[in-house]
């Protein structure tokens, strides 16, 4: 019998994918968000911030379990932080396909942060799927026809948040003592002081003329959308082989780049979708990667 015909994985799995469709559709109420006078520091505040404010009780209650490692707790919620207020900023201020494809180069950063700060030898599939990633990435910037090295801010909050959801991934692991519940609310919490401060130091602040109904709709997101979209993730990825998960979680990528395409008036060149097909190939072989736990090198050598 198939590890996914069991009733357990077939759950874990069907979670899995509701939550990559979330994440993935996320897009459209930050656009919507946005479209009501809403900036994107300030709809992280709103959704993250309060959420994080909210659940301070819980990770408190927990300080006994997390004292030991607090100091990752702490870079917990500031890699993490980073990660999902550059994310959000990202997909509020940019194209959604750009956006998606840029902070999906993780094969990339895991690979190279492994290699570069954990001393790891790295198998050559995983060499493989960073070259594989950099092609698409040279492609989907435009290839032969000249790539346009004009990086935009967004880009570089789309970069950034790919980076800092690997490392905050690379975290979490290292973090054994500190329970789930805290590694949860600390990004929240992350996110929400990073946007208190984005918000003071550009002097946003909410529209004086927003109606109830966003109110309503930015709490919605935030206790409701993003709450669900991260315990079902916690929950899919702790009850189904990482590989597996590594897969069913890139359909967060095919769920946002189509739906922005149908329903967001995008599109893209031919070269943008072998770009971007490059770049799903290696998350794909990154994800699927069954290779042994690499060695780390010796000192000095």
């Known amino acids: ?28 109420p930050l656009k919507w968000f946005i479209a009501q006078g809403l900036t994107g520091p300030m709809v992280s505040l709103l959704s ?84 594989v990633a950099l092609v698409g990435l040279w492609l989907f910037l435009g290839g032969p026809g000249g790539i346009d090295l004009a990086f935009t801010f967004v880009d570089f909050l789309a970069l950034s948040a790919g980076f800092c959801f690997t490392a905050n991934n690379v975290i979490a692991r290292a973090a054994q003592q500190v329970p789930m519940v805290s590694k949860t609310f600390a990004v929240f919490a992350g996110c929400g002081v990073i946007s208190l401060m984005a918000t003071s130091a550009l002097g946003h602040s909410a529209p004086t003329n927003m109606g109830l109904g966003v109110w309503l709709a930015v709490l919605a997101y935030g206790f409701v959308w993003l709450l669900l979209a991260t315990a079902t993730w916690q929950f899919g990825v702790t009850h189904i082989e ?60």
């Open 48 to 131: 993250y911030g309060l959420v994080g404010l909210a659940s301070g009780i819980f990770i408190w209650r927990q300080r006994a379990a997390w004292r030991p490692q607090w100091g990752l707790l702490l870079a917990l919620a500031v890699v993490g932080g980073w990660a999902n207020t550059a994310f959000v900023n990202a997909l509020m201020l940019g194209d959604v396909v750009r956006v998606m494809f840029l902070f999906y180069l993780s094969p990339v950063w895991s690979v190279l942060g492994g290699w570069l700060f954990l001393k790891e030898r790295i198998p050559p599939l995983r060499w493989a799927a960073v070259v």
């Open 242 to 301: 990482s590989s597996k998960a590594g897969v069913i979680l890139l359909a967060e990528l095919v769920v946002a780049v189509m739906s922005a395409l149908w329903f967001g008036n995008e599109s893209m060149t031919g070269l943008e979708w072998a770009g971007g097909a490059l770049i799903a190939l290696a998350a794909l072989a990154e994800a699927t990667d069954t290779s042994p736990v690499p060695k780390t090198q010796p000192q000095g050598t």
């Open 1 to 28: 019998m198939s590890v996914l015909t069991h009733p357990s994985n077939r759950v874990a799995t069907g979670v899995l994918l509701f939550s990559a469709s979330l994440w993935g559709l996320s897009w459209m």
